[in-house]
């Protein structure tokens, strides 16, 4: 049984930092993309951040280039995503996702989930 858990988010003043974790169980994690996606109320789910298997390409959504960091530990199946200088817009439930296919180019919105995280939220207060 895959398990996805997600930890590491909070309350942040803006300016401030977070880092999520997500730590994985029952996939064999080098063989999946993994990404962080975030819901925010009243919004659609966006792509935030995606890792390629090979961990050698990365996506990033516009709003984040810059800001945030996404890494994978393959030792301890676990995907990071460091976030600096967050803003209030960052807001949102975050949620971790593993994919083994994507379509066209490597991207967040390519990636094809098979498996997601039951989500932990970030708060941004200004």
């Known amino acids: 049984q895959v398990q996805m858990v997600e930890s590491g988010g909070g309350l942040a003043q803006a300016g401030g930092s977070l880092r999520l974790s997500c730590t994985t169980s029952g996939l064999t994690f080098s063989h999946y993309a993994m990404g962080w996606f975030r819901q925010a109320p009243g919004k659609e789910r966006e792509g935030v951040s995606c890792i390629h298997w090979s961990g050698s390409r990365t996506d990033y959504a516009d709003s984040v280039k810059g800001r945030f960091t996404i890494s994978r530990d393959s030792a301890e199946n676990t995907l990071y995503l460091q976030m600096n200088s967050l803003k209030p817009e960052d807001t949102a439930m975050y949620y971790c996702?593993?994919?083994?296919?994507?379509?066209?180019?490597?991207?967040?919105?390519?990636?094809?989930?098979?498996?997601w995280g039951q989500g932990t939220q970030v708060t941004v207060s200004s």
């Open positions: 996702a593993a994919g083994d296919k994507y379509y066209g180019g490597f991207s967040c919105g390519g990636l094809s989930v098979a498996y």
